[in-house]
DNA sequence: CTGAAAGCGCTTACAG
DNA sequence: CTGAAAGCGCTTACAG
């Protein structure tokens, strides 16, 4: 007396027609005991709630997703997970993200075009609600799926200086800009810039250490070691070579990041470079060891949880059709002068 | 002459009906030629290509899971986003999932078994074909959900001693006794433990230290730190304070992990003992900075990249139905003595 | 190689 | 507060 089910196209799973069986209402009523409960008597939402418990009922989201067109998921694209910085990002964005029941689907993009819009165009297929991106330039096509979509953006890290667009972050250029003038009010002359990965931010930083040098009279491309590979301590350790033999009068060394930074002063100390009596050296985002190691290291302290959050929070109002849905979120940056600069 | 919309529950976006129309097909020739191209002539498929680029159309993934009930979702839960081990772990699991087109759904437990729970049953919502989890013990609401959903399960990390289980990883057990008894052979008597956070991992490596200690006779509950709180570089070097507080005789310190390994080693700096000849001090993971560092640190490397790359591996072969769907992978770990100890 | 119909498991307007 | 019917946008067997 079984019922066949060979030609069933069904998960097998328990349905909401079955718990609001079991209930004795009807399946729209127990959809509304447990997504409006305040809709629904108390004896009902009971009575499905027990049902419901009884069956271990889960809820099928791509049901829900397809009946109601409405996803509840937030996509987040970063260049690199294993980044310190964007971990703190993705903490902040996930704050916000569990108090309003989105959820988040995370993609690296592994500071690739190609990965961005390959990860992008089959996150669109899932109908995100929201888009949190790193950085300000994407290639054409990433444009043209974000525009065709008309999905709200979020992008995270810099500030845009066009108006129609969100932005939560804060002046890269500005920051690069504000260690450098450190350094050179410092006494520093010969300062040199050591840049990796060369994405955008890593540019702006850059540009803003040029503009300072500039500024100063003291601009000289020499002084620059600007290399794609990505940042790792075991790269800032060989590019401190490298600026040694293309700049053996430099006296204090900027690195884009702290990871070069790192690499760069362990590397001196194995060649007995005294830091920063030698050779001053900064990095910039503030990692954690910048603070304990010996000498500890001067750098640039970055807001990103912050940056997460704010940028989670712009989202979730542009979503909600409150809140202007243009914007930029200047939310600075600290310089923290240590031992090594 | 504009048909009125305002009834539509429609999301508004293109269909496959729409591409089909103006490919001249019906919609689910249109869908093989999407998904089975080789079931349709070539003058059909270059039709509908054509439509869906003009057309600029995205399939409605949640109406492709419903239909098929095949979500080509993997579940990873790791316990933290920002530790070094489980990004290399995620990049791991990337590569295999890249190459069968399935969607990661990335969660971060934060060592909580209640977000533990929450976040598998949120997940579960997406029918996921296959779950990784990390570590072998889990709460009873965690495994009655695993039991009822049905779904395949791997475990990473450390190795299941339960036959029935999929694990991948390495015995963490053995990984401190090794690592203990490495101390004891370098003629080291009074060898102390730091433990922090106290999961599974830690709590495996503190009983193979304390397995060794027992062996050399050398066993000593004063030896042993052992504090709840998240590994860090500042937790590291307090705690180094609290060890030589409470055995002020101590010679040698086994770290848990590395970033309380370096914690203690700049500590150690800070208050002018000299490591190792006053203090040896050794971590475990094996974190770039380990090897960089001055003095260079003492470590167990452990195949985390490989773990995620394996862990995939044989859960992509349990939803094929092919493989053993049972069975632990050893992928060993590797001691590393430099400088520290 | 191609198609008409049914169905996946929910939610939405509408009505009462 | 509750329900009958339709619909979301795909894919599945089945048939030709």
Redesign the pocket.
């Given at each position: 007396m079984t019922r066949t089910v060979?030609?069933?196209?069904?998960?097998?799973?328990?349905?909401?027609?079955?718990?609001?069986q079991r209930a004795?209402?009807?399946?729209?009523?127990?959809?509304?005991?447990?997504?409006?409960p305040?809709?629904?008597?108390?004896?009902?939402?009971v009575r499905v709630e027990q049902a419901v418990a009884a069956l271990g009922?889960?809820?099928?989201?791509?049901?829900?997703?397809?009946?109601?067109?409405?996803s509840n998921v937030i996509v987040v694209l970063v260049p690199s997970l294993s980044n310190f910085v964007f971990n703190a990002v993705i903490d902040g964005i996930q704050e916000v993200v569990d108090a309003a029941n989105y959820q988040l689907l995370i993609g690296n993009t592994r500071y690739s075009d190609a990965e961005e819009e390959k990860l992008l165009s089959t996150y669109l297929q899932s109908n995100p609600m929201g888009i949190l991106l790193s950085g300000l330039t994407h290639s054409p096509r990433v444009e043209q799926l974000l525009a065709t979509s008309g999905v709200p953006v979020v992008s995270m890290m810099d500030l845009s200086t066009d108006p129609t667009q969100m932005s939560v972050g804060f002046s890269q250029h500005e920051a690069g800009r504000t260690m450098t003038r450190y350094l050179i009010e410092k006494g520093h002359k010969r300062i040199g810039f050591i840049g990796a990965q060369l994405d955008e931010r890593t540019l702006s930083r850059a540009a803003g250490y040029r503009q300072a040098m500039q500024e100063a009279g003291l601009a000289d491309e020499r002084l620059e070691v600007m290399v794609p590979d990505a940042s790792s301590i075991a790269l800032g350790a060989e590019l401190l070579g490298r600026m040694l033999a293309q700049a053996p009068d430099c006296e204090a060394i900027f690195c884009c990041n702290d990871d070069l930074a790192h690499g760069a002063i362990y590397q001196c100390q194995r060649r007995g470079i005294a830091v920063p009596e030698q050779l001053a050296v900064c990095g910039f985002n503030d990692l954690p060891a910048s603070a304990w190691m010996k000498p500890s290291v001067t750098t640039i302290s970055t807001p990103r949880y912050r940056i997460g959050y704010e940028a989670a929070t712009l989202l979730r109002n542009a979503i909600a059709g409150r809140a202007p849905a243009v914007g930029q979120v200047d939310l600075g940056y600290t310089l923290m002068p240590r031992e090594s600069a």
């Open positions: 060979s030609k069933s196209r069904s998960s097998g799973r328990t349905t909401l027609a079955v718990v609001a004795g209402v009807s399946t729209m009523t127990a959809s509304r005991a447990l997504n409006q305040e809709r629904v008597s108390d004896e009902v939402r009922y889960v809820p099928n989201r791509a049901a829900r997703a397809l009946a109601s067109s409405q």
